[in-house]
């Protein structure tokens, strides 16, 4: 195997690893890092990647980055949340990452949902409560969605190989 195969199939694996963490954490662009992953690892010589897949696999990233946008404030809308319990749950998020511990990363979004809805109206604790909780519903969903795409383009990357 060539050096340069060597370095596509390293530089691919390291950014599928990265993306795939990428989608839990905010900041770094999950699939699209992934699917990038996937562009070099097609360039090694060893590889069965084809411009069909790499075309189809682009373009479900796209929508898996568009429906995530999308999700967490369809479902904060619908229980009439508002954009500071939507911007609290992303703030939430890194304040999860700073404890370094998974029910931080979990609990983060959730709390700061609730306290961004209570900025934005402290006389109805319920539906903060409840838009908290739709939000942090509608985090999970995002990323899980795109773990399951990250994951897909993973395997689809060692696939291509053997």
């Given amino acids: 195997m060539a050096s340069a195969d060597i370095l596509f199939i390293v530089l691919g694996a390291v950014c599928l690893l990265i993306g795939f963490i990428g989608c839990a954490v905010p900041g770094i662009p999950g699939t699209p890092l992934c699917w990038g992953g996937l ?8 590889s069965s990647l084809t411009v069909t897949t790499l075309i189809i696999t682009a373009v ?12 967490p404030s369809i479902f904060t809308k619908k229980v009439g ?5 939507a911007r ?3 703030i939430g998020v ?17 709390l700061g949902a609730f306290v961004g809805e ?31 795409c990250a994951a897909s383009l993973i395997v689809i990357f060692i696939h291509s190989f053997f």
Avoid at 39 to 46: D, E, I
Avoid at 81 to 85: D, I, L, M, N, V
Avoid at 129 to 138: E, P, Q, R, Y
Wanted: aromatic share 10%; proline share 1%; hydrophobic share 50%.
């Fill in 39 to 46: 562009l070099l690892g097609s360039f090694a010589s060893k």
């Fill in 60 to 71: 479900v990233v796209v929508a898996v980055e568009i429906i995530n946008d999308f999700v």
């Fill in 81 to 85: 949340g508002s954009k500071a319990g």
């Fill in 88 to 90: 609290g749950a992303t």
């Fill in 94 to 110: 890194f304040a999860g990452l700073l404890t370094g511990q998974w029910w931080g990363i979990l609990a983060g979004p959730f």
């Fill in 118 to 148: 209570l900025i934005h109206d402290n006389s109805n604790t319920k539906r903060a409560l409840k838009s908290a909780g739709v939000s942090f519903l509608g985090f999970l969903t995002g990323t899980g969605l795109k773990l399951i």
